[in-house]
Nanobody
Framework: QEDLVESGGGVVQAGASLRLSCAGS????????IGWFRQAPGQVREFVAG????????NYANSVKGRFTISRDNAKNTVYLQMNRLKPEDTAIYYC???????????WGQGTQVTVSS
């Protein structure tokens, strides 16, 4: 098993868009749902969005509904997080992880920094 690798973060102004990528080996992408999480300075890590292994089921935190879209391309072993209309409160390190069971995630990546200026 290899940890996942996030990319695509950056520094943008409020209202801009970014697309994050989460890449890995065929395992776990062929077998697991993938979740995106974020952690702002001094805050606990929070769930942002998740997608089932099939790609047919997704869920989002209320704070990002309507602005963020999670998708996956299993042929490329990659999950994406399209983030539109970014706000300063979206500033955080974004992580992806594989859903190992109903209650836990694993194979955490190192994260990618997203900074949104006002």
């Amino acid at each position: 098993q290899e940890d996942l690798v996030e990319s695509g973060g950056g520094v943008v102004q409020a209202g801009a868009s970014l697309r994050l990528s989460c890449a890995g080996s065929e395992y776990p992408f062929s077998f697991h749902g993938i979740g995106w999480f974020r952690q702002a300075p001094g805050q606990v890590r929070e769930f942002v969005a998740g997608i089932a292994w099939s790609g047919y089921h997704t869920n989002y935190a209320n704070s990002v509904k309507g602005r963020f879209t999670i998708s996956r391309d299993n042929a490329k072993n990659t999950v994406y997080l399209q983030m539109n209309r970014l706000k300063p409160e979206d500033t955080a390190i974004y992580y992806c992880a594989a859903q190992m069971d109903a209650a836990s995630y694993g194979l955490w990546g190192q994260g990618t920094q997203v900074t949104v200026s006002s």
